[in-house]
């Protein structure tokens, strides 16, 4: 995330903040001018807002383009795969970095099971002749890390090894319905390779449908339609993908569960018992490839067969036909090795004041398929920032009044598994600890602001972007993202009047702690025009010349991450609303209950339970929040305070089943979790959802039942507030 030092009047203050940032130290009781300082802060007294304005200031002060321009460049000169010397080049720089700002940084290891290429994948076009394919991404001139020698050639993580020939068929998005219309037009993928466009849902959804139709091997591309040159000039020319691209990414079953495959519940530790290879239920057992689309286009032009479906042409150019006829088949040969190997995440504290037993955790991952200057670093480089600004606050007398912890974490991109591992090692601690989990992964691609979070934070992450400017606009980044909201509003959808904030589904780090642990997770980033994902040209030079010419958007990224983190850590009672979890989770049943109609379905489950379970559990948030406010404002009841704080935590914590989902055990949270087939996307009430998606009445029944015993403890749980 973005942006440039802001409120700074001159340039020579600005040096001034930038190179010598110890002329500037306001004590804790020394007077500070601060825009809006007499405003109320939620969560704050009178008196404790006006401090807390005041060192919010002197945070948003510190966070500099050109420190964060350097960190990128530096934390982007090689490729550093998880696992690799250059991915712990990478983890010491982020250690020493932290330490250097005067803050506690360490390394943790696990042990995982990760896979390299042992040999270049072969994808060979048999036709009237056999013709290799390219599994390696073009040298674009002016981009200099393009030609660096370590760029591994295309790959996906946890691809299986394998060696097939097969008729090829275009499967489209590769999801269930696609195969369904293949079906209708008489094509079987069963002892076929099937050809896929990345899009609409996780590649590893991808990979497992294939599979379960029985197609032998799976190819998948990124289409012009998509992410190339219909959306707009390709690299180097524009942000778009080139034709010589192809996007790596594992291919692991997320939704099973994530991080390291051969320990799922456990952290991959010494003495932790590991499954063989073969018994990990969230690994392929077919070998996936992914290629550029200029190779898709040379082996899908040749495809006889039905003409496509409604909905599955794609952007090149000629009309798509599915295959399926022994006169193009295609030849896939994987190779790969796997081993138990080390990876690196990097924790760092400020340590709390009073309530040092309580955390606020941010986390942004630094692994990446290639040099991930979008895709993670941005990330990281914002992190990086925050780091030094609170080091720099912390030396002129700041301290939170609980614990701030700061952790970069390996192997993201292979399934989540540095923040996992650390999650499942720690989950006791987390549990009685945590109160929020902060992420950060692809931070900068743009100018345009968005977030995802809990609902019990919606009011925060805004109150937050207020006081944060955009850095081109001149206006607060939440009026820059709630015009973007209207901007992009569907025709005839009411406004809100509100800047949208997504539900979280998975594919980032916050997934162990929201769905796993039940801790109040948010999600945040500035987007744009982004064609260059998990590619070798998602680089220093994209970032420089179209995702943040001038860094200023990483700027802005640590002003808003930072802040959020302060106000958690700072406030006297946690700004934290139940009434917006109830009104959502009442809309998400709403939403489902017309789909049950729509699938007869409706008169299989209770719905008047259910509904009297949300009332009763808004009733609650709406008492709850009243003395939180109450409080606030006549202070000096720290008991009472401490007694509310604690129900504000636990609320969160009741959505836990210990039993988790249906056949996803990994998964415990009944309200938000990432569907079987949404990949990514959050699939709200989830087992509930599930089961409507596939007429299963007695399903609907019993995972409507869980959901409101789920409610039910959130609402006793608020209640133990009460006086």
């Known amino acids: 995330m973005p942006t440039t030092l802001i409120r700074r009047c001159s340039v020579f203050l600005l040096v001034a903040l930038m190179f010598f940032p110890g002329t500037f130290q306001p004590a804790r009781s020394q007077a500070l001018s601060v825009s809006g300082e007499s405003r109320t802060l939620d969560g704050f007294s009178a008196e404790a807002a006006m401090e807390e304005r005041r060192w919010e200031e002197r945070f948003r002060s510190l966070p500099a383009s050109g420190s964060a321009r350097e960190h990128l460049r530096h934390l982007t000169q090689e490729p550093h795969i998880a696992g690799t010397k250059e991915d712990y080049a990478t983890a010491v720089y982020v250690r020493d970095q932290l330490r250097s700002y005067g803050l506690t940084a360490d390394l943790k290891e696990y042990q995982v099971w990760l896979n390299y290429p042992n040999t270049p994948s072969v994808v060979e076009l048999i036709t009237t002749r056999r013709q290799r394919l390219s599994v390696d991404e073009a040298a674009v001139p002016g981009d200099p890390t393009s030609s660096n020698a370590k760029i591994t050639p295309l790959f996906n993580g946890y691809s299986a090894s394998g060696d097939v020939t097969a008729p090829l068929v275009y499967a489209n998005y590769g999801l269930p319905g696609d195969y369904d219309e293949l079906k209708k037009v008489g094509v079987d993928v069963k002892g076929k390779i099937v050809i896929v466009r990345y899009g609409n849902s996780f590649r590893g959804v991808k990979a497992k449908v294939a599979e379960d139709q029985g197609a032998i091997g799976c190819i998948i591309y990124s289409d012009p339609a998509d992410d ?16 010589a691209s192809g996007q790596r990414g594992s291919v692991q079953y997320l939704f099973n569960y994530p991080g390291d495959p051969l320990t799922p519940g456990k952290p991959s530790i010494e003495g932790v018992p590991r499954l063989k290879p073969e018994e990990a239920t969230d690994l392929t057992r077919i070998p996936v490839q992914p290629v550029a689309y200029d190779v898709a286009r040379t082996m899908i032009a040749p495809l006889q067969g039905p003409v496509r479906p409604r909905g599955f042409q794609g952007g090149l150019p000629f009309a798509y036909h599915v295959g399926g006829t022994n006169d193009v088949k295609v030849h896939l040969k994987t190779d790969m090795d796997y081993k138990t190997r080390t990876i690196w995440n990097v924790v760092a504290r400020v340590e709390g004041d009073q309530d040092n037993d309580r955390w606020v955790i941010l986390g942004n991952h630094r692994d990446a398929w290639v040099f991930g200057a979008v895709d993670p670093n941005s990330g990281t480089s914002a992190m990086l920032e925050v780091g030094r600004a609170f080091g720099q606050m912390v030396k002129e007398g700041w301290k939170p009044r609980r614990t701030i912890i700061l952790c970069s974490w390996d192997a993201e991109e292979y399934g989540l598994i540095g923040s996992t591992e650390w999650a499942e090692e720690n989950a006791t601690e987390l549990r009685e600890k945590a109160l929020a989990y902060l992420n950060l992964d692809a931070a900068v691609s743009g100018a345009h602001f968005g977030a995802s979070s809990v609902p019990s934070l919606w009011k925060l992450i805004r109150a937050v972007t207020r006081d944060v400017k955009d850095p081109k606009t001149g206006k607060s980044v939440y009026q820059q993202w709630q015009d973007r909201t209207r901007e992009l509003r569907p025709e005839g959808e009411l406004d809100s009047g509100e800047a949208r904030i997504g539900a979280l589904g998975s594919g980032s780090d916050y ?10 997770s948010t999600d945040m980033g500035f987007g744009g025009d982004y064609g260059v994902y998990h590619s070798a040209y998602d680089s220093f030079y994209w970032m420089d ?24 850590a700072e406030a006297e009672g946690l700004p934290f609303d139940y009434t917006d979890y109830a009104n959502q989770i009442r809309d998400f049943f709403t939403d489902a209950v017309k789909l049950a109609k729509r699938r007869n379905l409706s008169g299989s489950f209770d719905e008047k339970g259910m509904t009297a379970a949300v009332e009763d559990f808004a009733s609650e948030a709406a008492r709850l929040e009243k003395s939180r406010q109450e409080t606030i404002s006549k202070g000096a009841d720290t008991a009472r305070m401490k007694r509310i ?6 609320g969160e914590r009741a959505f836990i089943d210990p039993s988790g989902l249906r056949g996803r055990v990994w998964y415990k949270h009944q309200i938000y979790a990432p569907g079987v087939y949404t990949g990514y996307a959050a699939q709200p009430l989830t087992d509930f959802r599930q089961a409507i998606d596939e007429r299963n009445s007695a399903g609907a029944k019993a995972a409507l039942e869980k959901i409101v015993d789920a ?5 006793n749980a608020l209640r133990q507030a009460r006086d």
Request: cysteine-free.
């Open 645 to 650: 704080n604690e129900a504000l935590i636990a």
């Open 711 to 715: 409610i039910k403890r959130a609402t």
């Open 228 to 243: 190339g040159y219909m959306q707009g000039d390709v690299y180097p020319k524009g942000p778009w993908r080139p034709v």
């Open 511 to 520: 997934t162990p702690f929201l769905q796993h642990l039940g801790i109040a």
């Open 545 to 568: 010349h179209f995702g943040d010419p001038g860094f200023v958007y990483h700027v802005a990224a640590a002003q808003v991450w930072g802040t959020l983190a302060m106000r958690l």
